[in-house]
């Protein structure tokens, strides 16, 4: 009878392992069909158990997340599209399980157990779990983590981080369903920008060609930058600054330093002489009174003569060295 003990453990151990392979595959055609209905998976702890329990021919994909409101994971809602898309792009491309790959969902409500025997901290945490047996398998069978340490990654990122380390074979692109709300709303919207341009258009065209509507424009633009505009944003620099003895400086001394107010006053006194320049040389000559074109000719020669005589005042006080005046300043 003790001749039979031998071959009896040899027959159970043989039984033993194939009914774990037999189980593998079993195990396998069961979640693949749930993903059919419902891709990716929802989990348990039970679940998640028996799903990522040796040996395994095939990979499973699991997300470890917390999408409810008051666990605060606001990364983990965001995601939770992108990963929904992931898993039934993948189970549209592979019906018939080829790639033997299983996505699930693991909610902290349903994996307390879970989170606690892996010590999680935060969510969420991506983890695939190579085939231990059968084509591709991993010589150690660890799994391997993704950690979204660069925040929210989109569905086409984690897709090419999940084929990158799963056996070779074909891999189901991401397909992302057209947005229609997007394309109503774009439509819409192009459609009402043309309707309202053909129906404005005779009264938009004459003021966008008016010619001296954009030489005020470019005036303008020229003596904002020109008056030192940019110079204070990038400088930072005080508006105005005291003199040391209760009063206000206006203009800053040397070059390489002004005010915010020192740049509105060189401003106005740039476009005062512009407008006195373009008033004798295109007004004055069209007024068909003699008497008050030379009234005309003397205002507008004053308000140069002064505001030139003031601009050199400035030009002292910014270069002390400048030995040039013109009165009254």
């Known amino acids: 009878m003790w001749m039979f003990r031998p071959s009896c453990l040899v027959l159970l151990t ?27 998976v929802k989990l348990d702890d039970a679940s998640y158990e028996d799903l990522t329990t040796l040996p395994r021919n ?8 917390a999408v409810e409101a008051r666990f605060g994971c606001q990364l983990c809602r965001d995601f939770q599209p992108e990963w929904e898309l992931i898993g039934k792009s993948w189970i549209k491309g592979d019906r018939n399980g080829e790639t033997r790959v299983i996505y699930g969902t693991l909610d902290f409500l349903e994996g307390k157990g879970t989170f606690q025997k892996l010590m999680l901290q935060t ?11 059968g084509l591709g398998a991993s010589p150690d069978g660890q799994p391997v983590r993704y950690e979204f340490t660069m925040g929210l990654q989109s569905a086409e990122q984690l897709h090419s981080w999940i084929t990158r380390h799963l056996p070779p074979g074909p891999k189901p692109p ?38 001296n509507l954009w030489a005020a424009v470019s005036l303008l633009i020229i003596l904002l930058f020109t008056s030192g505009h940019m110079f204070n944003h990038i400088r930072k620099v005080p508006y105005v600054a005291g003199d040391g003895s209760g009063g206000i400086t206006y203009f800053a001394g040397g070059f390489s330093n002004q005010f915010g107010l020192e740049t509105q006053i060189v401003a106005a006194m740039y476009g005062t002489l512009s407008f006195a320049t373009i008033a004798l040389a295109l007004k004055v000559p069209r007024m068909s009174d003699p008497q008050s074109q030379q009234i005309a000719v003397f205002a507008w020669g004053g308000v140069i003569f002064v505001m030139y005589s003031f601009l050199l005042c400035v030009f002292r006080i910014k270069n002390g060295g400048y030995p040039f005046y013109l009165p009254p300043f």
């Open 14 to 40: 043989f039984g033993c392992f194939a009914v774990a392979k037999s189980r593998s595959i079993d195990k396998f055609e069961e979640y693949h069909a749930k993903s059919l209905s419902t891709a990716p």
């Open 123 to 133: 969510a969420p945490i991506l983890i695939l779990f190579p085939p231990t047996v």
């Open 174 to 211: 991401i397909h992302r369903p057209l947005n229609y709300i997007r394309i109503v709303t774009v439509t819409t919207t192009v459609l009402g920008l043309i309707s309202f341009f053909s129906i404005a258009a005779p009264y938009i065209l004459p003021v966008v060609q008016n010619r």
């Open 58 to 65: 095939y990979s499973a994909v699991i997300l470890l997340t």
